[in-house]
C-alpha cells in the first residue's frame, strides 16, 4: 500500500479530546479493508440467522451479509427493551409550536406492534411488499417505519 502523506500534526486535538495519531488512524483503517475485520463487527450485532461472508459480488453490486438475516425493528426496540431500558427514554421530540412527546422504548415497543398488526391483518401488507411513506418529522414517523420492517415491508419515505 502506497503510503500516504500527512499534512497535519502528530496528534489530532479538539478541545479537550485526544484522537489518535494519523499513522494509528490510518494502520485502523486499513484493518478495515477486509472483509474479516466486517465479519468479526458483526458479531456485536443480534442476528436471527449469523452469515458467514461479509461482502459478496463486485463493484457496483456489492452485497453486505447476504446469507444473514436480522430484523431492524428487533435490533431498536425488542433488544432494549430485554437489555433492561423498557423505561428508558428511546424518542424525544419537540415540535416548531413547542409541544414534546417523550416515548420509552416500552410505549415504542408497544405503538410499533400496534401499526405492524394493522398492515399485516387489516391492510394486508407482507414481506416483499413496498410502500411509500408520507408523513411529517414526527414521532409516528419512526413508528410506521419500525412496524413495516418488522413485517418485512420494503419502505421509502418519499413517493416515487
Do not use: Q
Not at 83 to 90: L, T
Not at 100 to 117: Q, S
Not at 129 to 139: G, K, N, T
Amino acid at each position: 500500500m502506497e503510503k500516504i502523506p500527512l499534512p497535519f500534526e502528530e496528534r489530532i486535538t479538539l478541545g479537550n479530546w485526544d484522537f489518535v495519531s494519523p499513522e494509528d488512524y490510518l494502520k485502523e483503517h486499513e484493518k478495515t479493508l477486509s472483509p474479516d475485520f466486517w465479519l468479526k463487527v458483526a458479531e456485536e450485532i443480534e442476528w436471527f440467522k449469523k452469515p458467514t461472508k461479509s461482502l459478496t459480488g463486485e463493484h457496483p453490486f456489492y452485497r453486505w451479509f447476504e446469507d444473514g438475516t436480522l430484523n431492524m425493528s428487533y435490533l431498536c426496540l425488542d433488544r432494549n427493551i430485554k437489555g433492561g431500558r423498557k423505561n428508558k427514554v428511546a424518542f424525544f421530540w419537540l415540535g416548531e409550536d413547542g409541544k414534546e412527546r417523550v416515548l420509552t422504548y416500552d410505549r415504542m415497543y408497544r405503538e410499533v406492534n400496534r401499526w405492524a398488526y394493522v398492515f399485516k391483518e387489516k391492510l394486508g401488507l407482507k414481506k416483499g411488499d413496498r410502500v411509500a411513506i408520507y408523513l411529517p418529522m414526527i414521532p409516528e414517523l419512526p413508528i410506521v417505519m419500525l412496524a413495516l420492517a418488522r413485517i418485512g415491508v420494503i419502505f421509502s419515505r418519499e413517493a416515487p
